[in-house]
């Protein structure tokens, strides 16, 4: 039997209808899509960069501005730490122009100047474009001046320490020179940092480590690299000491030295121009701070070649330092240790200093790079180590200075994928001369040319050397200065780009904690790759890999090159 005509019409009508609901929900949702697409391209990016070293450990830091009430504790515009340690927030896209400040959770904890005053508000403008805002807090308002020198800052709040499953605060202090010169430093690793730089962090008043060493610096001294790293609070005694101590604690510190060996030196090296080879790296404690300092360098004399022992607790477990001296196969010869000490400190401190000074002599230790200093008014404190710091510095890096610095190394064109490699040398002393060194990869160098010197100069000289470039290859170079007595030292890396062929491929994601993937490459099946230190040493390869995806885990934090079959196509920051 037929439907009546108006049950046709009506069945008609409704499917028209919903047609046309989905119509209208498709179209808002490509509205909504297009526009939250746009909206998070658009987005800013507030990226502190610096702030003040006095810094309560573990602080959380707030946006607090006119697009949310001026509320200075909102959870919801709470800052989070990115993939190098610093505070950012991003701020969706909006219009007009938006004022802001940043606390630690109240308006008695706000931002301030340089003298903790009041600061005006800080602004940006919505521009319909991505924006990324780098920012400097100088003081916050509730906590003491920081006295930490300009050329002090903190490297990172919250630094992986993956032997420990935990984070820290790491400090960095930087000769005056190094923004202005192209040379390389050697480098101290202290514990306690909160207690070097800063009074207003420190337990009971600072080492003036910066104040020290720019006075030394202004009076010729070569200049070195600090890093001190925060002790762990209630984690102290048992990160500072390697074997457990009944009363005490303990029990951490093998795997707190494989941190500093391990992950934090090699981040270190990586990301600032250092001097190689143990004898430019220094661990240095106080208290049980010497201690972890001692035993690390017993660890790994073949990375850390001088120890800063000073008041060091070695009471805490005295037998099994000794023991651990005396069984362990690694050669403590080229070993620089100075210990200092008060005098009555304790009854039993300067015979225990003396009884593992004998230890590490009967070991190996040479007594020319051995001192212990004790003084008779020494008290177990930070001002006697501040007081004590510049004297044992100088000690332990008593010649620090190289017979050339160069002031700068730098590639001009000319003409037909041609140029000219350039270099200018401050003063020169006991210079033999300069070896070329080329690449092809940016990680294997070989020697080109070598450039003679006139061996000593006290005036500014100037080289250059002629090279031609290939049209299909990429190149790099850099320069490796011997002196007359067959020492010698390298230059920065530079790259040399005219007529080079440029890699199309993608390292993504970038930076990474787990794994990567190598994009925008026809074909990876006949490739090999490679993964390499700054320094150009082989760390990890995959050969003709089925799959594009590539396991870090477990690696270093650090920056490293990606090669295809021996063409550096990328870096991966591993975090």
């Not at 480590?209 to 009076?219: C, F, I, Q, S």
């Not at 990160?239 to 009363?247: F, K, Q, V």
């Not at 031609?468 to 530079?494: A, C, M, P």
């Amino acid at each position: 039997m037929a439907s009546p005509p108006y049950l046709l019409h009506l069945l008609f009508y409704r499917i028209i209808a919903n047609i046309m609901k989905i119509i209208s929900k498709v179209l808002t949702l490509f509205i909504f899509s297009a526009f939250y697409l746009n909206t998070a391209k658009t987005q800013v990016t507030l990226k502190i960069s610096n702030i003040p070293g006095n810094t309560p450990a573990n602080s959380k830091i707030f946006f607090a501005g006119s697009i949310q009430a001026w509320d200075p504790g909102n959870p919801g515009y709470e800052l989070s730490l990115d993939t190098e340690g610093k505070f950012s927030i991003v701020i969706p896209e909006g219009t007009g122009t938006v004022l802001y400040k940043f606390t630690r959770g109240s308006w008695a904890s706000v931002e301030g100047g340089p003298n903790r005053e009041e600061i005006a508000n800080r602004s940006f403008s919505f521009t319909g474009q991505p924006q990324t805002i780098s920012i400097t807090i100088v003081s916050w308002k509730d906590v003491a001046p920081s006295t930490a020198a300009a050329n002090v800052q903190i490297l990172n709040t919250q630094f992986n320490m993956p032997q420990l499953l935990r984070n820290r605060r790491i400090w960095l202090y930087l000769p005056p020179d190094y923004n202005t010169a192209t040379k390389r430093y050697p480098v101290l690793y202290m514990q306690d940092g909160q207690n070097l730089f800063d009074n207003s962090t420190s337990f009971s008043g600072e080492w003036q480590v910066d104040e020290t060493l720019n006075t030394l610096h202004a009076g010729g001294d070569y200049g070195a690299i600090v890093v001190g790293i925060d002790n762990g609070g209630g984690q102290r005694l048992n990160e500072y000491s390697p074997w457990n101590n009944p009363g005490y604690g303990g029990g951490q510190g093998d795997a707190y030295a494989d941190f500093m060996a391990l992950t934090l030196k090699p981040y270190i090296d990586a990301n600032f121009r250092t001097l190689e080879g143990p004898q430019n790296n220094c661990l240095f404690g106080s208290s049980m701070g010497g201690l972890i300092a001692l035993y690390g360098a017993i660890k790994y004399p073949q990375v850390f070649g001088k120890v800063g022992s000073f008041s060091p607790a070695y009471w805490f477990s005295l037998n099994n330092l000794n023991n651990y001296i005396s069984n362990n196969s690694a050669s403590i010869a080229g070993l620089r240790i100075q210990h200092t000490a008060g005098q009555n400190e304790s009854a039993n401190l300067v015979a225990q200093i003396t009884q593992v000074r004998n230890t590490l002599l009967g070991k190996g230790l040479q007594t020319t790079n051995d001192q212990v200093t004790i003084d008779p008014a020494g008290t177990h404190s930070e001002s006697f180590w501040r007081v004590r710091f510049g004297e044992a510095y100088q000690w332990l890096f008593p010649n620090t200075t190289l017979p050339v610095e160069l002031a700068n190394f730098k590639f001009a064109a000319g003409n037909n994928c041609s140029g000219t490699l350039q270099w200018e040398t401050k003063s020169e002393v006991q210079n033999k001369g300069f070896e070329v060194q080329q690449s092809i990869d940016g990680i294997r160098f070989q020697s080109v040319a070598f450039v003679k010197s006139s061996g000593n100069t006290a005036t500014p000289k100037k080289y250059e050397y002629a090279i031609q470039i290939s049209e299909k290859t990429n190149q790099w170079y850099r320069l490796q200065q011997i002196d007359t007595d067959g020492s010698s030292h390298f230059s920065l890396v530079i790259p040399v780009t005219v007529c080079a062929r440029k890699s199309t491929a993608i390292i993504h994601p970038n930076p990474s904690n787990n794994t990567f993937q190598i994009k925008n490459v026809e074909s990876l099946e006949k490739e090999t790759i490679g993964l390499y230190s700054l320094e150009g040493r082989l760390i990890k390869s995959w050969n003709q890999p089925a799959q594009n995806i590539f396991d870090i885990k477990g690696l270093p934090a650090s920056t490293y090159f990606v090669s295809m079959s021996g063409t550096v196509v990328g870096k991966i920051v591993k975090f």
